[in-house]
């Protein structure tokens, strides 16, 4: 039979650790879903606001691009906050500081192995909120870019007819 630390033969998954995962990533979905429906409200104001002078200076598309991406980082930013709150409310991290880095690591499963015991299954719960996040967070950009791209395919024909009949 194979040897095992003691500190994995002591786990066990508790009822409130669940509950409490399972709270955390749903006001992390929600947060994000209200998040990523208001970027994309902006973003498009935003386009309409400016589409004549997009129309001239295509490098404003790219630009509408760049800010979405700008909100949505700091959507990830914010959610990965709550988590890191979490972590120092329940003091299973030293200080808010340590608790953000290693929530953010986590988000992007980069790193586990940094919550005590006894809330381990926080850490998968927290990787797996941020692949679902960033997944969402993709389709966001895949929803809005190719609009951009259509609207500036067609400014640039609009101008090259208006060269070929002058």
Do not use: C
């Not at 508790?14 to 006001?27: Q, Y």
């Not at 295509?58 to 760049?66: A, H, M």
């Not at 949505?72 to 329940?90: M, Q």
């Not at 030293?94 to 290693?102: D, H, I």
């Amino acid at each position: 039979m194979p040897e095992f630390p003691a500190r994995d033969i002591a786990y066990v998954i508790r009822v409130d650790e669940i509950v409490w995962g399972g709270l955390l990533l749903a006001l992390s979905i929600a947060m994000h879903g209200i998040g990523t429906f208001q970027i994309l409200r902006a973003t498009n104001a935003f386009a309409e606001r400016t589409s004549e002078a997009v129309a001239h200076f295509r490098e404003l598309k790219i630009g509408i691009v760049i800010l979405a991406v700008w909100m949505i980082v700091l959507l990830h930013l914010s959610e990965i906050a709550v988590w890191a709150g979490f972590f120092v409310w329940k003091e299973a991290q030293p200080n808010v500081f340590a608790a953000f880095y290693n929530a953010m690591l986590n988000y992007t499963t980069l790193q586990a192995g940094y919550l005590p015991l006894r809330w381990r299954l926080l850490e998968g719960m927290l990787g797996m909120t941020g692949l679902l996040t960033f997944a969402w967070s993709t389709t966001t950009l895949f929803s809005l870019a190719p609009k951009l791209i259509e609207e500036a395919l067609q400014a640039a024909a609009e101008r090259r007819e208006e060269r070929a009949s002058a």
